[in-house]
């Protein structure tokens, strides 16, 4: 997802179901390192 709009949904969807889910969420594409170094944003 990468629109702030499409966080509130897929959240509620995912919160009021009964099975695991992952939600995919780009958070800044800036905030990672250069190609070939592992970066996480949390």
Do not use: F, H, Q
């Not at 509130?8 to 800036?30: H, M, Q, T, Y």
Request: proline letters at 7%.
């Amino acid at each position: 997802m990468r629109e702030p709009r499409d966080l509130a949904p897929a959240l509620d969807k995912a919160l009021g179901s009964n099975e695991v889910w992952c939600v995919n969420v780009v958070l800044d594409p800036a905030a990672y390192r250069n190609t070939g170094t592992m970066s996480m944003a949390i």
